[in-house]
Every structure is written in C-alpha cells, then in structure tokens.
C-alpha cells in the first residue's frame, strides 16, 4: 500500500538508523538478515505489524536450528515513512553485511529500498508494496527487487473479473482523486469492465480527507441504473462514505480492495453498513490450509492476539528469504538473490507463491465477502 495514515503508535523507534536486534559488519561470522520497514511516521500501523510477522519467522527458524546451527540474527531500521530515509537505512543494512533485507513496508519507501538495493547488490523483499513500478520499469525487473503481495493493476483486474462473474451490467465507480493508488484502481477497473461488456454509469470521485460524502451519494442514489458500487481507496475515507451511504439509503452491493484491510473499517462504517461488501485483500481470517493455522497459533501464543494481513505478509516474505537462504547455501547476498529469483510454489500463509519474470509473486489472491463488517466467506481467485 502506499498511503500514510495518521497513527499513533505506543513505542517509537528513537533513532532510524540504530540497528534494534543486532549487531555487526561485512567481518562479522554473524548470519544477518536486514529489516527496513516503515515503523514511525504514515506507514507505522502496517510497518509494526510486519516487524512482528518478521520477528516471529526468524524466531521459529532459528529454533529449527537456524542456517548451518548458526542463528540469524535481525539488523532493524526504520525508513520513517520517508523515500529518502528508506534508502539511507537500505544503504547501511547492505553496508552491515546483511545476506538480504525485508522491506520496506509502503509502495514509496519500497522503490527507494530497491533502488539502493539495486546499487548495493542485496535483495530486498517487500511484504507490502502493492504499486505496479515497484519491482519493475513495466518492461524489465530490477535486479535485486521482490514482493509477496500482489500489484495493484492484478486487484483491479480480479475484481472486474468478479464483478462480470456476479453478473452485474451497469456499475457506479467513487474513487479518490487525490490517491494514486485509487486512480490507478479505477482506471484499470473501468477497461477491464468495459471491454467485458459493463457499463459504468456513473463515476464519482472525493478526496483524501473528506467526510461529508452526502453529493455524490445523493448523484448515485438518482440513478436507478446503478447495480454495484466500485470503491477503490483506503478505509479512512471508504469507512465513513459507506456509513453515509447507508444512512441515505443507498445499500448497493460494494467492490473494493485491500484498502479496507484495518480493525478500524468497521469502527468508522457500523456494522449495519458493511454487508453485501466484497473486497481483495492478500489474507482472511478464513483461509482454511495447515500452513495459516500453525501460523495463527504460533503468532496467538507469541503475542497474545491475532495476526492482521501484513503480519502475514510480512511472514512469508521473510520466510521465502530464508528458504532461499537455506537453497544457496550461503549468506552471499548474490547467491541468495539467485535463490530469490528461482523461487517457485513456494508454500505459504497466504498462498503458494512462486516469483515471475517482473519479480512480482505470481499467486492467488482472495475476495472476502463482509456480513455486518465480519468475514463470512473467502472466495480464492487464481492468477
């Protein structure tokens, strides 16, 4: 994702260039892997519940007996929510002699981190940066760049695909104008349903910060055309427009993404507002394989709570790390990176995720269906 939300966070990172979990250099015997995740500032909600996913696969690895009976041992920075600071802290992992790097956390920082990754020839996976030119120029992936989640332009598609499935013929798009994230959602909605035989007949669009969303509700309730709404955006604005929507009366099936992924979406929408809602999102609550439930089991006893979408992202990205560590042989961060690169079904909490040729995971994906804000069902859609 690559919005900053406000946040406020308990514990701060003090300084975003001090190492939180070890210490070390290129000279070091020491197995180090480099966290560089968003942990203060916009990102901070999404980069601490990865931190926590991170921690907890390296920590049940290293019980496994680590790499070689050595334990890897985690170098964390804080990029702070800022491109340049991302890179700074990408730079000094790579200079610590770290064998990869996980992160960073938002579409912003992560091409930032690959950038320098790119310079200082060390992987970097991000759990989370969902923007199309983030591992890749459109035409040719970066070297040492990688994801677990999927880019925005395959969500918009899977939803389109979802939308010509439920059979609706004449949809509504309200999207944010302000948010390239929820343009480009629109954008490549808007052709995926066109060219399937949809008509949008109506098209609507607010922006970040909003909060009376009572005129362009009152535009979609006049048209009686309408059959499905499709929402793109993130659930500080979408919570809000969908309380007021149902309040005006306008209680229209909704499409949306994995903006609305936050234990916040239902808190700013009601309950009441939030059924016959269907959204893409990397992870459910739902997904029913041996891999999801060890791991909710592992991260309830860890941490006394259940893990969120980026927790789980962020523990397959760490994981994949560490399988192609163990694939390599060797902490040489190029060898590493070849293992990274020829990843293929690898099993995972969200999915079995294997690495295309854009360095983007080639992976399902799910639509989760909300019934007064609470997940029923998870459909899974195949790439």
């Not at 690895?61 to 790499?67: A, C, L, Q, V």
């Not at 394989?289 to 969120?308: L, M, Q």
Request: proline content about 3%; hydrophobic content about 40%; overall charge negative.
């Amino acid at each position: 994702m690559k919005k900053f939300v406000k946040y406020s966070i308990m514990a701060l990172v003090a300084l975003s260039l001090t190492a939180c979990s070890a210490s070390g250099g290129k000279d070091s015997d020491k197995v180090l892997l480099g966290v560089n995740y968003d942990l203060t500032g916009g990102g901070a909600q999404y980069g601490q519940a990865e931190l926590e996913g991170t921690k907890l696969a390296v920590k049940l690895y290293n019980e496994k007996g680590g790499f070689k009976g050595e334990s890897v041992e985690l170098l964390t920075l804080d990029g702070k929510s800022d491109p340049q600071e991302s890179y700074r802290a990408q730079t000094k992992l790579a200079e610590d002699g770290v064998f990869a790097i996980i992160g960073a956390t938002i579409s912003g920082t992560s091409s930032q981190a690959i950038k320098a990754s790119g310079e200082m020839e060390v992987p970097t996976v991000s759990p989370s940066a969902t923007a199309d030119l983030v591992t890749n120029d459109g035409k040719k992936a970066y070297p040492y760049g990688y994801r677990v989640c999927y880019s925005d332009s395959f969500q918009a598609i899977t939803m389109a695909n979802f939308t010509v499935d439920k059979g609706f013929k004449k949809v509504g798009v309200i999207g944010d104008s302000s948010s390239e994230y929820a343009a480009g959602l629109s954008k490549e909605y808007i052709k995926v349903v066109e060219a399937a035989g949809v008509e949008v007949v109506v098209e609507e669009y607010y922006t970040e910060g909003d909060s009376d969303f009572s005129a362009l509700l009152t535009k979609v309730k006049a048209n009686a055309d309408v059959e499905a709404l499709f929402i793109p955006g993130y659930y500080s604005e979408v919570g809000p427009l969908l309380k007021q929507a149902h309040e005006l009366g306008v209680n229209l099936p909704v499409l949306g993404v994995d903006g609305y992924d936050s234990s916040e979406f239902i808190d700013l929408a009601s309950a009441p507002a939030l059924n016959n809602v269907y959204y893409t999102n990397h992870y459910s609550t739902l997904i029913d394989s041996d891999v999801h439930t060890a791991f909710v089991e592992a991260f309830e006893k860890e941490y006394g709570k259940k893990p969120n979408g980026f927790a789980a992202l962020a523990f397959d990205a760490t994981n994949l790390v560490l399988e192609a560590l163990e694939r390599a042989d060797s902490t040489d961060p190029k060898k590493v990176n070849d293992a990274i690169k020829n990843t293929v079904d690898f099993e995972a909490v969200t999915g079995v995720i294997s690495i295309d040729d854009m360095h983007n995971a080639k992976k399902a994906t799910y639509v989760v269906e909300l019934k007064d804000g609470v997940e029923v069902n998870a459909t899974i859609v195949n790439p």
